[in-house]
């Protein structure tokens, strides 16, 4: 059973005593820990308790005599012996902890610590199909040479695009990433092409690495470099940087080795050779990624091309015929296979009499017989995303996509199953090889930027918009320099482009005098980061459904949204000379309004009040703000955000159920309470009112809120009570704040929490937050709160006594306390708890 745990562990720790050699025991386990090492990449972390690393090996003490015990019992020449001896050598080379005299609660505080760190990574997605990986894996681990922990090294992975080296690089790291003290995996490091992204980088770098809370705010890149070197020249990580095609991306997150503490390992994977030379990386260190081989090539076709369900056979030289074309690019393998899975022959024959016309070594033709067999709609999402979208929030994109009527959802799914696009972390990805063959469909659509249908170079936009072409063919133009950059666009210049849709300009000044005119056709407007004028529109209907100049130096807005009956979505947010929200109830279709950091922004229209489809209002950060309307109905509200608005002072009466508001954010305003009608907001799931220093009361009305899960009014000075909860009490309902799980009162001015007495009250809760506050002691029924999880008191100076604990508590924090006499019953609860009656390392209070 013991054996069976240690193969399942991700984490061993072998304390080495004094009398550790002498146990059989200990020594059949220790043998079984290095075993898994070395097969399961078990991470294995001595702790060396009053001895001697040296005398683990085997020297003139206690170890050398148990080892002599046992030869003399087993036999001088027992393979069994012969293998612990070589165990405990490998174990003593192992960096872990020495303990002599020092404080052993610290200690084990630093292992608790360490052992969280490494539990906290993950490992990361390899492939749907990683056919073919793991030979490479072992052949790059000799080529690291694990083993050692003399010196830093560094080894280059090349190859063509397409190849594989992305994929490799991630199952290496999964391999090998818990056997150091630190570990990151920087992808797309070729996207980086200015400072600004290079700082980010190396921001990501540090904070993986030293496993931060937060990032490190790092001023340029000289700076970034300098804290590289500083902050990691003594630790033992892994860093592998992902598609790196410029000298100055090395230069910004791996120059030297020196940067890196011994037993360090860097990999580098590029398609230039010449790189890994600028690094002094020898070609015994580089890797050359190389095709598949014959069957690793058919088995990963294979899996993406054959249903398990599938009741039909295809002929085996029309497989052939595929695999000879993508001559073992795994790339082109699995968009070939998704492209044919579940097809017929005679689709097989015409795609292959297509395939056989395209010139070999050209990918682009390959990879094109797949978008060839898309419906209208999902071409244009596919295009749309290879020129525009690559990289971005795949919320944000469903919306734009949606807005120009592509059905954005089933669009998606069609491509991500055809292994055209691929869904990481929230946002779009595709391979560079696929992104390449669609712009490449668009530029051969014309020689002529006028005749194609997107347009997303600088100069090519220049062109169109200083010519005097009609019948321009552009529906599409996202223009977005890493720099601002200057622009000179006419007042008319966008209006003879007719079928244009879709417009996104970014760090682009206009030095033009006046307002530019747009098409009533277009669906979709962004200009952030520099527009000084909203654009005008041709009298009538108007089709624009996104408006985005959030960033701009806009002092006002139109001034009704006349005949905008499509406008879904207005981003206003820092437009810092904004003084006033537009009226906006021409404009019944609206889902979300953006003004968020619009600090001069001191009035919010009446018209906000009242907009049934409106889903999200995000004031955050109007520290101006202090109208707003005395009502709110719109009935399909998500989400409101009054963050940071430090002169609101009242929030408006909800007359009726809004049974869609589930997030309402009040932190850092100026409120001094809430009304009774905060029981209309009967799906309302989290509120915040942290910092809120004139807040004084609650309403009664707040304990009928049956979904609220979290509660939090930290740092409210002015909060001398809680509601009585028995003035609350409501016949039709057993328990009260039933869904809570979270509650947090800390840095108030309570005396009491008399309210929780009752188990009838939040009977789920699980964190209790009162730091600060003014108790002298707790409900005695607490102790039967059996869901309560995390408890903080600590910094109550009149606090005198501590009644019975919750039996399954584990996170518990009393220091400060200095009135505290009684402790009550500590016995039932978990050990780390009850020492010294502090425990550390537990959530935010302020989350």
Request: aromatic share 8%.
């Amino acid at each position: 059973m013991l054996m069976k745990s240690i193969e399942e562990s991700r984490i061993a720790i072998i304390v080495f005593s004094k009398e550790y050699a002498s146990s059989k025991w200990c020594l059949k386990e220790v043998a079984k820990i290095m075993e898994c090492k070395e097969q399961n990449n078990l991470t294995v972390l001595p702790v060396f308790y009053k001895v001697e690393p040296r005398e683990v090996r085997g020297g003139k003490e206690s170890y050398e005599r148990a080892l002599t015990e046992h030869e003399s019992k087993f036999g001088k020449d027992s393979e069994e012996v012969k293998i612990w001896k070589k165990v405990l050598s490998e174990a003593r080379s192992l960096s872990g902890w020495h303990l002599n005299d020092e404080n052993e609660s610290e200690l084990i505080q630093r292992i608790v610590k360490e052992i969280s760190t490494r539990l906290n990574r993950t490992p990361l997605h390899v492939a749907k199909h990683p056919t073919g990986i793991d030979s490479q894996v072992v052949k790059l681990k000799l080529m690291l040479h694990l083993e050692s922990n003399d010196d830093v090294v560094m080894v280059g992975l090349w190859g063509q695009g397409g190849i594989g080296k992305s994929t490799l690089a991630r199952a290496l790291y999964n391999a090998i990433f818990r056997q150091f003290e630190g570990s990151c995996l920087l992808a797309n490091v070729r996207e980086a092409q200015n400072s600004k992204d290079l700082i980010s980088l190396q921001e990501t770098l540090l904070l993986e690495i030293l496993s931060l809370q937060q990032k490190l705010e790092v001023s340029s890149v000289e700076r970034g470099i300098n804290l590289i070197q500083h902050r990691l020249c003594h630790k033992k990580v892994l860093l592998i940087l992902d598609d790196v095609d410029d000298l100055s991306q090395l230069n910004a997150l791996a120059g030297e080795d020196k940067w890196f503490g011994n037993g360090s390992r860097i990999i580098v994977t590029t398609r230039d050779n010449h790189l890994l030379t600028y690094l002094e990386i020898d070609q015994d260190h580089v890797y050359k990624v190389r095709e598949l081989n014959n069957n690793d090539a058919r088995e990963l076709f294979s899996k993406h091309a054959f249903p398990t369900h599938q009741n039909f056979r295809i002929r085996t030289d029309l497989v052939d015929s595929v695999l000879n074309h993508a001559k073992g690019l795994p790339l082109a393998l699995e968009v070939l296979g998704s492209f044919l899975r579940g097809r017929r022959e005679y689709e097989w024959e015409s795609a292959l009499d297509d395939i056989s016309t395209a010139p070999k070594k050209e990918i682009n033709d390959l990879l094109k017989i797949s978008y060839d067999g898309l419906e209208p709609r999902v071409k244009e999402i596919f295009l749309h995303i290879a020129c525009f979208f690559k990289g971005w929030d795949s919320e944000y994109v469903k919306k734009v996509l949606d807005s120009c009527d592509l059905k954005a959802v089933i669009g998606l799914n069609i491509l991500m199953e055809r292994s055209l696009i691929r869904s990481e972390y929230g946002t779009l990805q595709m391979h560079d090889l696929i992104q390449l063959m669609g712009m490449d469909i668009v530029n051969q659509e014309s020689d002529d930027p006028g005749r194609r249908s997107r347009l997303w170079q600088y100069d090519d936009v220049v062109d169109v918009l200083s010519s005097n072409m009609e019948n321009c063919a552009v529906k599409a133009i996202l223009l977005k320099p890493p720099e601002p950059i200057e622009m000179c666009i006419s007042h008319d210049a966008f209006t003879k482009m007719r079928r244009l849709r879709l417009l996104i300009l970014c760090n682009i000044h206009d030095f033009f005098q006046g307002p530019i005119c747009l098409p009533n056709g277009l669906i979709w407007f962004e200009w952030t980061g520099c527009a000084s004028q909203i654009p005008e529109f041709s009298s009538g209907p108007k089709k624009l459904v996104g408006l985005n100049m959030s960033e701009g130096n806009i002092t006002g807005v139109i001034k009704q949204f006349k005949d905008f009956q499509n406008l879904k979505y207005i981003n206003f947010s820092y437009c810092k000379s904004l003084v006033r929200m537009p009226d906006l109830s021409c404009t019944p279709n609206l889902e979300e309004l953006d003004l968020h950091n619009c600090k001069d922004l001191v009035e919010a229209h009446k018209s906000i009040a009242y907009l049934n489809k409106l889903q999200v209002l995000n004031l955050e950060g109007c520290f101006e703000l202090s109208v707003f309307p005395n009502e709110l109905q719109s009935k399909n509200l998500r989400v409101l955000n009054f963050n940071n608005c430090t002169k609101f002072e009242r929030f408006p009466d909800i007359l009726h159920k809004l049974e869609a508001l589930k997030e309402l954010f009040l932190t850092r305003t100026a409120i001094k309470g809430l009304t009774a009608s905060i029981e209309n907001l009967v799906s309302l799931e989290r509120m915040c009112l942290s910092h809120c220093k004139n807040l004084t009361s609650l309403p009664s009305s707040i304990y009928t809120l049956q979904n609220l899960e979290g509660l939090t009014l930290h740092f409210c000075p002015n909060l001398i009570g809680f509601p009585k909860y028995e003035d609350s009490t409501n016949p039709c309902m057993t328990t009260q704040l039933s869904n809570l799980y979270s509650l947090n009162l800390s840095e108030c001015n309570l005396s009491e929490v008399d309210f929780l007495q009752n188990l009838s009250c939040s009977p789920f809760l699980t964190k209790f937050f009162l730091s600060g506050n003014n108790l002298t002691g707790l409900p005695t029924s607490i102790n039967k709160r059996r869901h309560l999880f995390s408890l903080l008191v600590d910094n109550c100076h009149q606090l005198q006594e501590i009644p019975e604990l919750p039996p399954f508590l584990f996170a518990f924090r009393a220091d400060n306390c200095g009135s505290l006499q009684n402790y009550g019953d500590l016995t039932s609860i978990h050990d780390s708890v009850r020492r010294g009656l502090t425990m550390a390392d537990i959530s935010s209070p302020n989350e």
